[in-house]
């Protein structure tokens, strides 16, 4: 069965960092991108970042650019995502997902980070 | 990097057809077919229904069919029933090597 569990979040202050993890397992890690989609409280889906299955390149939505590192380990089939600089407007659930060529086909159940004074 | 467009809501009653639309540009949705549609209920993780415009995964209903004409692509649910009422989401591959997600469509059956 497949299984993508993110851990992580919790509350940080404007301006803070925080580093997001998703433990992946029940399919093959290293062939699949992987990436991270967020849901602020009541609002749509948005992508966020991904990552090709060696690492080797990366892709950020606008917002997070300089800000959000995405990375992982193959060895212990995880992702990652290291927040810095962190808004009031990067509040949201974070979603790890896997992709199989142009789709995300698994979800994690998210961790949710809120950014608040 | 700009969100597709798609109605705020869609109702139906049961055993009808509803159809969402997911309108972007020919840089995404115009420009590959690479479009997906995503089910999620409140609390929940999304769920994959149709990918690369009209694929169906396993385990999704036949029920949900997907399509495209220029840069719209549309979800449709044929003989709704209440399990289907939830969020949808359409998202497509973009020029820039991104993903734009559409800002999503609440289903209600009536």
């Known amino acids: 069965e497949v299984q993508l569990v993110e851990s992580g979040g919790g509350l940080v202050q404007p301006g803070g960092s925080l580093r997001l993890s998703c433990a992946a397992s029940g399919f093959t890690f290293t062939a699949h991108w992987m990436t991270w989609v967020r849901q602020a409280p009541g609002k749509g889906l948005e992508w966020v970042a991904n990552?090709?299955?060696?690492?080797?390149?990366?892709h950020y939505v606008d917002s997070v650019k300089g800000r959000f590192t995405i990375s992982r380990d193959n060895a212990k089939n995880s992702l990652y995502l290291q927040m810095n600089s962190l808004r009031a407007e990067d509040t949201a659930v974070y979603y790890c997902?896997?992709?199989?060529?142009?789709?995300?086909?698994?979800w994690g159940q998210g961790t949710l980070v809120t950014v608040s004074s | 990097q700009s969100a597709l467009t798609q109605p705020a809501s869609v109702s139906g009653s049961p055993g009808q057809s509803i159809t969402i639309s997911c309108t972007g540009t020919n840089s995404d949705v115009g420009g590959y077919n690479y479009v997906s549609w995503y089910q999620q209920h409140p609390g929940k993780a999304p769920k994959l229904m149709i990918y690369d415009v009209s694929s169906r995964p396993s385990g999704v209903s036949n029920r949900f069919s997907g399509s495209k004409s220029g840069n719209t692509a549309s979800l449709t649910i044929s003989g709704l029933q209440a399990e289907d009422e939830a969020d949808y989401y359409c998202t497509s591959y973009t020029r820039s090597s991104t993903w734009a997600f559409g800002g999503g469509t609440k289903v209600t059956v009536l």
């Open positions: 990552i090709k299955q060696d690492g080797s390149r990366t």
């Open positions: 997902a896997s992709n199989t060529d142009y789709r995300f086909d698994y």
